[in-house]
T-cell receptor, first 113, second 116 residues
Framework: AQSVTQLGSHVSVSEGALVLLRCNYSSSVPPYLFWYVQYPNQGLQLLLKYTSAATLVKGINGFEAEFKKSETSFHLTKPSAHMSDAAEYFCAVKGQGAQKLVFGQGTRLTINP | SAVISQKPSRDICQRGTSLTIQCQVDSQVTMMFWYRQQPGQSLTLIATANQGSEATYESGFVIDKFPISRPNLTFSTLTVSNMSPEDSSIYLC?????????????FGQGTRLTVV
């Protein structure tokens, strides 16, 4: 069965600083991995996804994530934080033959001016 | 991709009553998913709704409490029955993309339910 662990329920960075949100997964087969963002009072929006092509995945709003099989990680990064990045971020995993999407606990990103 | 319209966007309900949430998709999909997001928490899958068959519920969720209808390939409803304050959550509808190569899930804007 797949599972996802997000390290840090709350991350706070200064505007212009590096954003690093951590995600580790557990899967018995090569998975699909996703990062979603949820802005206040909104649904979930896909930031980026890994589907066994390139290990470095670029997404929207300047975010990217690197799939590292040896570390079972899929950490999300952005070189320079913007105030508009303040939101809740969810890492999710789905097995290639599975239908169910399993979410991590979420990380709330706060940007300090 | 898929565009999902969910109604209502929010509601405040009295305990003991029921609320039906509607989910409309702009394309035909085999499966529709209903999630609950309790305050400050992650998403938990309630059930998977297939057209023409009964919904499949996850552990901890039962049909009597969360009956689901799936009358066609673009529409589903979730009812939250006999509500209590513990049912106050965001309820989200989700489908997978219908384009070739789509692997990701798309979500409605959610229904923010407060039970008083």
């Amino acid at each position: 069965a797949q599972s996802v662990t997000q390290l840090g329920s709350h991350v706070s960075v200064s505007e212009g600083a590096l954003v690093l949100l951590r995600c580790n997964y557990s899967s018995s087969v090569p998975p699909y991995l996703f990062w979603y963002v949820q802005y206040p009072n909104q649904g979930l929006q896909l930031l980026l996804k890994y589907t066994s092509a390139a290990t470095l995945v670029k997404g929207i709003n300047g975010f990217e994530a690197e799939f590292k099989k040896s570390e079972t990680s899929f950490h999300l990064t952005k070189p320079s934080a913007h105030m508009s990045d303040a939101a809740e971020y969810f890492c999710a995993v789905k097995g290639q033959g599975a239908q169910k999407l399993v979410f991590g606990q979420g990380t709330r990103l706060t940007i300090n001016p | 991709s898929a565009v999902i319209s969910q109604k209502p966007s929010r509601d405040i309900c009295q305990r003991g009553t029921s609320l039906t949430i509607q989910c409309q998709v702009d394309s035909q999909v085999t499966m529709m998913f209903w999630y609950r997001q309790q305050p400050g928490q992650s998403l938990t899958l309630i059930a998977t709704a297939n057209q023409g068959s009964e919904a499949t519920y996850e552990s901890g969720f039962v049909i009597d409490k969360f009956p689901i209808s799936r009358p066609n390939l673009t529409f589903s409803t979730l009812t939250v029955s006999n509500m209590s304050p513990e049912d106050s959550s965001i309820y989200l509808c989700s489908v997978y993309g219908t384009q070739r190569g789509d692997t990701e899930a798309f979500f409605g804007q959610g229904t923010r339910l407060t039970v008083v």
